[in-house]
């Protein structure tokens, strides 16, 4: 059984620039998150979906950040325009239910020049 | 802000010896999770805990929920250079589905 997929796995981009981070989450999963990771913060959580809708998008640095998930198998993270301190690894992970354990992605490493 | 502290932040040690990590919080919890983290990987479940006093055992790794579900200990013994990695606690609410991460553990085990 596939994973949760991430894409692309790297992405290197200029400061200004839109970048769109994509997530496949696994077969069966109702819940969906996007967290980022850096040295400094750790792993923050940006924002999660149940069941295709936002629930809590909190951790949403600024208005730069978006995200979507148009349907059960597919979600979206985009940054417009981004800065250099958006560098990070993105990471995309799903649930099988309320409240239980989170299967993560292998990652999106961004960075922004 | 909920936060939960993780100690050591740093570890290393020899193949054999044994070690304990502790994750800390002023919250109380309803779940508690443990991952690892590999480099250019995401984290992955190691177990979850969700009674006070819970000891929960894995092979070479002991878990330990505090009575006030507050605090969480992973106890490893006679590590091996394949624990090396990022530990990572979680705390979980009743009330959300949002998981609330430690500052984290790298641990490194050297031959």
């Known amino acids: 059984d596939a994973g949760v997929i991430q894409s692309p796995r790297h992405e290197v981009t200029e400061m200004g620039q839109e970048v769109t981070l994509r997530c496949k989450p696994i077969?069966?999963?109702?819940?969906l998150f996007w967290y980022r990771q850096t040295m400094m913060r750790g792993l923050e959580l940006l924002i999660y979906?149940?069941?295709?809708?936002?629930?809590?998008d909190s951790g949403m640095p600024e208005d730069r950040f978006s995200a979507k998930m148009p349907n059960a198998s597919f979600s979206t993270l985009k940054i417009q325009p981004s800065e250099p301190r958006d560098s990070a690894v993105y990471f995309c992970?799903?649930?099988?239910?309320?409240?239980?354990?989170?299967?993560f992605g292998p990652g999106t490493r961004l960075t922004v020049t | 802000t909920q936060l939960l502290e993780q100690s050591p932040q740093f570890l290393s040690i020899q193949e054999g010896e044994n070690l304990t990590v502790y994750c800390n919080s002023s919250?109380?919890?309803?779940?508690l999770q443990w991952y690892r983290q590999e480099p250019g990987e995401g984290p992955v479940l190691l177990v979850t805990?969700?009674?006070?006093?819970e000891v929960k055992k894995l092979k070479r790794l002991t878990f330990q929920f505090g009575d006030a579900r507050k605090d969480s200990s992973l106890h490893i013994t006679a590590a091996q250079p394949g624990d090396t990695g990022l530990y990572l606690c979680?705390?979980?609410?009743?009330?959300?589905?949002?998981?609330?991460f430690g500052t984290g553990t790298r641990l490194q085990v050297f031959p």
């Open positions: 992970a799903s649930s099988p239910r309320t409240r239980s354990e989170q299967y």
């Open positions: 077969s069966g999963h109702n819940s």
């Open positions: 979906f149940n069941n295709n809708v936002p629930i809590d």
């Open positions: 919250s109380v919890f309803s779940s």
């Open positions: 805990v969700v009674t006070g006093g």
């Open positions: 979680a705390g979980g609410f009743v009330t959300t589905d949002k998981l609330i």
